[in-house]
């Protein structure tokens, strides 16, 4: 893959991001803002899975650090500086790439950060979440679902049966106040990070796959919405 990377600007202080255009498929689909984990970051197993995957699916996708992560912190960044560091990135990606169509979202607590940018009327074409962090694991009771009915742009969610984070039922419950196109796939058998068991009869490279060619489709499929504003 050819990957271009970015020095973004966030307030006083900077990040970087990465660039990797989709391989050529023949279609236009758009670009997919993707922010990490808590414990994670743009260039961990994970996301470098979900960037191989999805470059192979024709998708071309810009993965970043949050601050604290750039700086080689372990401790995430408050809710409100996620938020502006993913905006940085979006911003920065619609200078450079003038796309016809965005998609924000991410892997667990980036993916909620960018769930948050939604709720509040932020403009882009799609959600795109992998792992959203219902809650905290052990404690359903904790739910991170009041901003989720403010949502509108379409989204597209995965999540593992085996997800310690997101219950189904709970989840299930949660979408019915919702009233954005919001699609739910369920991952059979897979963890938080789409691990899956030997005993499965599948792999985690398969799962990543399965994901790519439905977000594929999913994008593909999109009305063009606010990625120009």
């Known amino acids: 893959m050819s990957t271009v990377e970015w020095k973004v600007a966030v307030g006083t202080e900077t990040t ?3 660039y990797e255009p989709g391989a050529p498929s023949g279609k236009q689909v758009p670009v997919f803002v993707c922010a990490h984990g808590a414990g ?6 994970s996301m470098l899975a979900t960037a191989k995957a ?16 750039e700086k080689g912190s372990s401790r995430p960044d408050s809710m409100p500086l996620l938020m502006e560091t993913t905006a940085a990135v979006v911003a920065r990606v619609r200078e450079e790439l003038y796309p016809d169509r965005l998609v924000i979202g991410g892997r667990s607590m980036g993916g909620r950060a960018a769930s948050m940018l939604a709720a509040d009327g932020y403009a882009a074409d799609g959600l795109l979440l992998l792992a959203y962090p219902l809650h905290p694991a052990g404690q359903p009771e904790k739910l991170r679902d009041a901003h989720l009915p403010k949502i509108r742009m379409p989204v597209l969610a995965f999540s593992g049966t ?14 019915q106040k919702v009233t954005a196109p919001w699609e739910m796939q369920w991952v059979e058998g897979a963890d938080h990070s789409f691990h899956v068991l030997k005993s499965s009869g599948t792999t985690d490279a398969a799962v990543m ?3 790519a060619t439905m977000s594929a489709e999913w994008l593909a499929r999109l009305p063009k919405a606010g990625a120009a504003r």
């Open 54 to 69: 999805f470059h192979e699916h024709g998708i071309g996708m810009v993965r970043f650090n949050f601050l604290y992560k």
């Open 16 to 18: 970087t991001a990465l």
């Open 209 to 211: 796959d399965g994901i």
């Open 162 to 175: 085996r997800d310690p984070l997101c219950t189904r039922e709970l989840m299930d419950v949660a979408l």
């Open 40 to 45: 994670g970051s743009m260039t961990d197993r």
